[in-house]
């Protein structure tokens, strides 16, 4: 493993959780049409922010492990949608 392919998959993860958060905020704007309630909603974004703390802590180890630096990272990127009237 080197560390352009550790940062790739860093991006490409990131890349995966930032458009299902940004799915999850068109649904939001819709919740009744789709059925959905609130609570199901921040259950579904909380779920992707607990995958997501998962998949840093998971490279974290990876490049440790292979003894490289890490330079990309699996946050939650500026500009992506976020989801109004649900709590962090």
């Given at each position: ?21 940004n799915s999850l905020a ?7 049409a789709f059925q959905l ?21 998971d490279l974290e180890l ?27």
């Amino acid at each position: 493993m080197e560390a352009l392919q550790l940062d790739t998959l860093a991006i490409h993860w990131s890349d995966a959780l930032d458009a299902a958060e940004n799915s999850l905020a068109e649904v939001s704007r819709s919740r009744r049409a789709f059925q959905l309630s609130a609570t199901e909603l921040h259950d579904r974004l909380t779920g992707l922010r607990l995958e997501r703390g998962a998949a840093e802590l998971d490279l974290e180890l990876l490049a440790r492990t292979a003894h490289i630096e890490l330079h990309q990272h699996v946050r939650r990127r500026t500009g992506s949608a976020g989801i109004s009237g649900l709590s962090p």
